[in-house]
């Protein structure tokens, strides 16, 4: 090689090394003695395999091989082990029968790459799950091995207890002695422990092994610390709006330190966990609020004699879904036994507040007119006109009154479903025409359908909301034809338990729409 060639070679950043035909090591640049970390003298002139143990049959390897044997360039990336370093190489064929490579050190950028795709896959797993508490188990693994070699998260529950929910180590054989130190550690900690005094500073805090076993009581936790904890170890509060909501642990193996890069991203992944948990807090309280309206606004029903009144009220699965189903049972100045169940376009507060005044107002109407189910509804879209209730609503009216032999029922609907009437020998009554009936609030002059149907004693009527049959992508007729087998299967239960196995069965207790039901059993 010319003296000129060798000046080039010997100026590039780049790694360049030189391989015979028969895998000799012929050259050998400066910037490559650096990275190998290696003087080109104990690496000139022997058989690369064996200058590089491993290196055969890695990428690398065969690479090399294919390059020889082709004659046409490659470039590949890929981890050296040896080196504990990633490198991308650029080989190219050489006079002779051999190969020049080129390599960079791209570990940096590699490593860059891992922590931006842990910081996507935490971002996507808070982000994606609707329960951010329980997504906190999975975050360990996501962080585990590129930012730490084990990890456990801990989150403060409403009452402010800490509990660890979710661990994991690198080495699997370690992950049993993990998940047993997670399940005693906080059981030993002091109040004065560098994890609970982060946690109360809000500071991501550095810890040594040392002093977090010296923190432990004797026993099985601070056994498995000392096994687990062989290097330094760090502590990132979980901040939410200016309140600890929870902890990561971090911790490295002996030999291992954080780097400044790593313990950054470990930061945002932090930052971006406890928003997310804080997020989860704000949507249970509003949950919690929500719901509590709701229910503040269904009384207890009515509960005439020789007959027996269930309700049952299940809040829509997601956030803030409360609204505006509302069931009601009272008795009319005849003594006549009214039943009710509604539904208020809209899934918020506000259609809360609606149903609240809808509720009352058929209340009042049907106690004070004493009239029929037809009436009731006529009445009630007539109240709404004249106070300017901007609101959209379904409802259905049952009235029962004792005749001879039994229970006769008239019952109306305004573009609500038709009751699912149960015989005493457990058959169900013929569907109820539903012919989409106006809803209230669009003609207050409408005249609304009676239905009659006599009842038996022993018979039961469920009245129910639209959340329980109908499903996203699903003809409600399949949903009405699933509730009356589930009810026929169900008839010979108590009344209670048929309403709460019909919840259970048809919306296993995460219904995409609120559920209302109110059903009666005749003695």
Not at 40 to 57: K, V
Not at 131 to 149: F, K
Not at 329 to 341: D, H
Not at 405 to 414: E, I, L, N, Q, Y
């Amino acid at each position: 090689m010319s003296e000129a060639g060798t000046s080039v070679l010997e100026g590039m950043p780049m790694g360049f090394l030189q391989l015979s035909a028969d895998w000799s090591v012929t050259y050998v640049n400066e910037a490559a003695e650096r990275m190998f970390g290696r003087p080109r003298a104990d690496l000139l002139g022997r058989n690369a395999w064996q200058a590089f143990p491993g290196n055969e049959e890695s990428v690398f390897g065969r690479t090399y091989r294919q390059v020889a044997e082709t004659r046409e360039p490659q470039v590949v990336e890929g981890f050296s082990p040896v080196l504990a370093a990633w490198f991308e190489a650029r080989t190219v064929p050489a006079p002779g029968g051999g190969i020049n490579i080129f390599f960079t050190d791209t570990t940096a950028r590699h490593r860059a790459q891992e922590r931006l795709a842990v910081l996507a896959r935490v971002g996507a797993e808070v982000a994606g799950s609707p329960d951010a508490v329980q997504s906190m188990g999975r975050i360990p693994r996501l962080l585990v091995p590129v930012l730490a070699d084990w990890a456990v998260v801990t989150v403060l529950e409403d009452d402010g207890r800490p509990v660890d929910v979710g661990c994991w180590h690198a080495d699997p054989e370690l992950r049993p002695s993990l998940t047993r130190y997670s399940e005693l550690r906080l059981g030993e900690l002091p109040a004065t422990a560098p994890l609970i005094r982060s946690m109360h500073t809000q500071e991501p805090t550095p810890v040594t092994a040392e002093e977090v076993y010296d923190s432990l009581l004797p026993g099985e936790a601070r056994d498995l610390q000392r096994r687990l904890a062989t290097g330094p170890g760090f502590y990132l509060p979980l901040l939410g709006r200016g309140r600890t909501l929870g902890v990561i642990t971090l911790w490295w193996s002996a030999g291992r330190s954080p780097d400044p890069d790593d313990l950054a991203a470990a930061r945002e992944a932090a930052d971006r966990i406890g928003l997310a948990l804080d997020n989860g807090r704000l949507y249970r309280q509003q949950a919690a609020l929500a719901e509590e309206l709701q229910r503040s606004l269904l009384t207890q029903p009515f509960q005439p004699a020789g007959a027996h009144v269930t309700v049952r009220y299940t809040p829509a699965a997601e956030a803030a879904r409360v609204g505006g189903d509302w069931y009601d049972a009272f008795r009319s100045p005849s003594g006549a036994m009214t039943l009710v169940i509604g539904d208020v376009v809209g899934h918020d507060t506000a259609a809360a507040a609606a149903m609240g005044q809808l509720r009352g107002l058929l209340r009042g109407i049907a106690t004070y007119s004493d009239a029929g189910p037809g009436e009731v509804l006529r009445g009630l879209d007539a109240a709404m006109a004249q106070l300017e209730l901007t609101t959209l609503a379904t409802a259905a009216v049952a009235r029962l009154v004792e005749v001879p032999g039994g229970t006769r029922m008239v019952w109306a609907s305004a573009g609500h479903l038709a009751p699912v009437v149960v015989h005493p020998d457990g058959t169900l009554g013929e569907p109820g025409r539903w012919q989409g009936d106006l809803l209230l609030g669009v003609d207050e002059l409408v005249g609304r359908e009676e239905h009659v149907v006599d009842l038996p004693p022993g018979s039961t009527v469920l009245m129910f909301t639209d959340g329980l049959v109908e499903r996203r992508h699903e003809d409600l007729d399949a949903g009405l034809a699933r509730l009356r087998a589930v009810v026929a299967d169900l008839a010979d239960r108590s009344l209670d338990e048929l309403c709460d196995e019909v919840v259970q069965r048809l919306v296993d207790g995460r219904p995409e729409d609120d559920v209302a039901l109110v059903a009666v059993r005749l003695g």
